[in-house]
């Protein structure tokens, strides 16, 4: 079982297992990288988002580039204020030519209207003030290396791993302790990134002022950089590209019953890239033989968000152990593939979050009905809205 990179890593480990080690496997909102192939295609009201083999790199990429301005986009969204350098990201962006627009709100519409386009749910508009200051940058930094087999002391796109920092943004040397623990108490990722080319001197990067611009717009000039390692205009995308697809799901799951939750209100891990996609991969790779089960969930985000409107993701992921667990041990059939439609919490008279019922969360059905039911054959896969 396994959330997000982990949910990813669980279903690589189940494309690797060719001697019957996994009995089941369950993952919620997984960064799957399913490899491309023309015959698969994702349906969605209208929307046709066809197989390109996108990775998680490429995804993060948009949300940095884009996310902090679209998220200017609508002042009743939360953390729309939160920006503070959204309004200079536009305007660098609409310089270079990457939005249309002469006044914010026309530019923050159309970097929203790019990530629509790109393969974002429109549920998740709201998450994106939230989900564009959380800034993936150092994620996709990390990663980057990860494909070009380099260290993480290596200078990639003008950027550098940040030990330290002050309330300026100026980096600090660590003391032995720091620099032994900071892998450990930061997780898989770098905790900070200093922009090295920052006008008037290397700085974090969320601070960062790009030369080509002058204005602090969250370092756009490196974030354009990571962006280019892959389509081919430096010097290493050749190895990056083989590093990526290295990384790449086949959709070979070797008939092993597996059950993919994502959240409909997902603005880091995009549904359609990643689980809808791997569905469609997955059909034309086994066929009649695939026991792929998804299941995707209305009102269910990557990250935090507004508890009113949102329900908890944990409880559609133990729900999922326990619903393969009497698959596996009782020979309980799971239900098809189909979208769960919740309820959200709502407030209580005095503002507080109401406690999640019964009748905001049900199970997935047995027999959905056409409305919810996620049809998928030989690639094509058709989400009712």
């Known amino acids: 079982m396994g ?22 496997v369950v993952v919620f909102e997984p960064a799957i990288n399913p490899v491309a192939n023309p015959k698969v295609r994702v349906q969605r009201g209208g929307m046709t988002y066809q197989s390109a083999g ?23 969204w939360p953390g729309h204020a939160n920006l503070v350098n959204g309004d200079n990201l536009c305007a660098s962006l609409r310089e270079k030519g990457l939005v249309t627009g002469n006044t914010v709100a026309e530019q923050a519409r159309d970097a929203t209207r790019i990530l629509v ?13 939230t989900n564009g200051a959380a800034d993936p940058l150092p994620s996709m930094h990390a990663i980057a290396n990860a494909y070009l087999q380099t260290g993480v002391e290596r200078v990639l796109c003008d ?6 920092l002050d309330a300026q943004g100026q980096a600090s040397k660590p003391s032995p302790t720091q ?13 900070q990134l200093l922009y090295e080319k920052s006008v008037g001197g290397p700085v974090a ?23 280019a390692l892959k389509a081919g205009s430096l010097q290493e995308s050749a190895k990056y590209r083989a590093g990526e697809l290295a990384a790449g799901n086949s959709g070979d799951l ?54 009113s409107r949102l329900i908890p993701q944990a409880y559609y992921a133990y729900h999922g152990l326990d619903w393969m667990w009497n698959h596996l041990k009782n020979g309980k059939p799971l239900p098809p593939s189909q979208v769960i439609r919740t309820t959200p919490r709502g407030t209580n008279v005095d503002g507080t979050v109401r406690d999640v019922a ?28």
């Open 3 to 24: 959330r997000s990179s982990g949910g990813g890593g669980a279903i690589k480990g189940a494309e690797a297992d060719t001697e019957g080690y996994f009995d089941g």
């Open 54 to 76: 996108k990775s998680i790199n490429d995804y993060f990429a948009m949300i940095a580039v884009y996310m902090p301005c679209a998220g200017r986009a609508d002042p009743t």
């Open 117 to 129: 386009q790109y393969g974002f749910d429109p549920e998740s508009l709201w998450e994106f003030p």
């Open 159 to 164: 950027m550098t791993v940040a030990l330290t």
């Open 179 to 191: 620099l032994a623990q900071m892998w450990v108490t930061t997780g898989t990722y770098a905790p």
């Open 205 to 227: 990067f969320l601070r960062g002022v790009s030369p080509s611009t002058g204005r602090a717009d969250y370092s756009l000039d490196a974030k354009l950089c990571m962006q």
């Open 254 to 307: 070797h008939g092993k019953p597996t059950i993919i939750m994502h959240g409909r209100e997902d603005s880091r891990v995009p549904a359609t890239l990643t689980s809808r996609m791997y569905l469609g991969l997955n059909s034309v790779v086994e066929g009649d033989n695939s026991r792929l089960h998804y299941y995707e969930v209305t009102n269910v985000a990557h990250v935090g968000g507004t508890p």
């Open 358 to 385: 019964l009748s905001n969360v049900p199970s997935p059905l047995q027999t959905p009905n056409a409305a919810n039911a996620i049809a998928v054959s030989d690639g094509v896969v058709l989400i009712p809205d």
